[in-house]
């Protein structure tokens, strides 16, 4: 399936965002280890959260969570200190996905966990029991999921977990969020030193919880007004003192004319009419935006050089690869350097004739791409459907500002 996206001339619009994927899967594996009789509101409709519910309230022997990268490292650890013995897979591309990293670190702690069919990668058998936990050390460049997966098991054991990271912590902020989350559910979890983590063998508690809007979602009506010649965008449940390190979306959008002004009800996404020349940054610690800042930059004529990409090429797909690819054929010729630095600095190519832009089953090249069509009269998106992964009715909300969403044999 394929659709053909086509802009308004100007933008007026109120949104109300999905709420955190983030924030959402942490919440549902912090409420199952406290044994919560509350159930946090406002949870995600995204794939990703749904398979997470089915996950932990399924008594099946087999967890299937699909493209659900968050939930096969969430549930992982999960799993290995819940009683009794689980299969969990996923997609073709799930299976391809590494998980050693994650899957020694437990061992480590002493979970039981063994490979189901290829060394390093899912599916994974796991018999869940309790766990002495202890000192355990891991790169910090290593995902964050991974980290923040064994701190949201550490309260329940036995000893704790001291964590010491090595090299440079990549996503800090994602880290911040779940002791964040954990600490709200009564753990003490704290920073002891820039690179270690210590928390408490002290239960969790269960307490109603509300899942907030998400910022990464937000990115995307950041990129629409930053293209579209006139914007005022209104973006419901959005607030400045957020635990989502996504949010510095607002700050970052500033260089590209948008400013942001907090209301009762969200934010407001003004253009300013002023704009850098070229724009260089570090993302290790909003990887999720990446894609959003590339695609914007290009198509606004900014040259650029992002860093701290590393994450990107073990996501749904190699998101630099795609990337690559996929701005090639809308004629922007982008460099990777480095191992995983992206620069653009100016240079075209011919346009593809009828160009159609791959998804490689991955959310945010979707919407990262969509609002290119401001900018190239209208764009043609293969396998739309993979918003579902965490922003289940994008298409209806751009529907709804102005945009025209034809399907396309």
Same mark, same amino acid.
């Not at 509101?41 to 794939?47: Q, R």
């Not at 460049?141 to 977990?161: D, E, F, R, T, W």
């Not at 070229?278 to 695609?295: K, S």
């Given at each position: %399936? ?63 969570? %699909? ?40 061992? %480590? ?301």
């Amino acid at each position: %399936m394929q659709i053909k996206v086509s802009a308004p001339a100007s933008i007026n619009a109120n949104i109300q965002l999905p709420a955190s994927k983030s924030i959402s899967n942490r919440a549902l594996i912090i409420n199952a280890l406290a044994k919560g009789s509350f159930i946090p509101s406002n949870l995600s409709d995204c794939d990703d959260t749904k398979v997470m519910v089915k996950a932990l309230t399924s008594q099946d022997e087999t967890i299937d969570i %699909m493209a659900a990268g968050t939930a096969m490292r969430f549930l992982t650890a999960f799993l290995s200190v819940t009683e009794g013995t689980r299969i969990i897979t996923g997609t073709q591309r799930m299976q391809q996905r590494p998980i050693e990293i994650l899957v020694n670190a437990l061992k %480590m702690l002493g979970a039981k966990i063994e490979y189901a069919q290829n060394n390093g990668f899912p599916p994974l058998r796991i018999s869940g029991k309790p766990l002495e936990g202890g000192n355990i050390s891991l790169k910090g460049s290593v995902s964050s999921q991974y980290i923040s997966a064994l701190l949201m098991i550490a309260p329940v054991l036995k000893n704790g977990l001291q964590m010491t990271l090595t090299g440079e912590i990549i996503s800090k902020p994602y880290i911040n969020l779940t002791l964040q989350l954990m600490k709200d559910f009564g753990a003490q979890a704290e920073w002891t030193a820039n690179d270690r983590i210590e928390v408490l063998p002290q239960p969790y508690k269960s307490v109603p919880f509300t899942v907030e809007s998400d910022w990464s979602a937000a990115s995307y009506w950041y990129q629409i007004a930053a293209l579209v010649p006139e914007a005022k965008v209104e973006l419901l449940g959005l607030f400045p003192d957020s635990y989502q390190g996504d949010s510095k979306v607002a700050e970052l959008f500033v260089s590209l004319g948008i400013e942001t002004i907090f209301t009762s009800r969200g934010a407001l996404l003004m253009k300013t009419g002023t704009c850098c020349e070229r724009m260089d940054y570090n993302f290790i610690n909003e990887p999720d935006l990446a894609q959003t800042f590339v695609v914007t930059c290009a198509v606004m004529g900014i040259p650029f050089r992002f860093t701290g990409l590393q994450s990107l090429k073990i996501k749904e797909t190699d998101r630099i690869a795609a990337l690559i690819a996929e701005l090639g054929k809308l004629g922007y010729v982008l460099r990777e350097s480095e191992n995983a630095v992206l620069s653009w600095e100016g240079e075209r190519q011919p346009i593809s004739a009828d160009p159609a832009i791959k998804t490689y089953e991955d959310h945010r090249m979707a919407m990262a791409f969509a609002p290119a069509c401001l900018r190239i009269s209208s764009i043609t998106i293969c396998n739309p459907q993979v918003v579902s992964k965490s922003y289940p009715h994008y298409w209806l909300d751009l529907a709804k500002a102005g945009f025209s969403i034809q399907k396309e044999d």
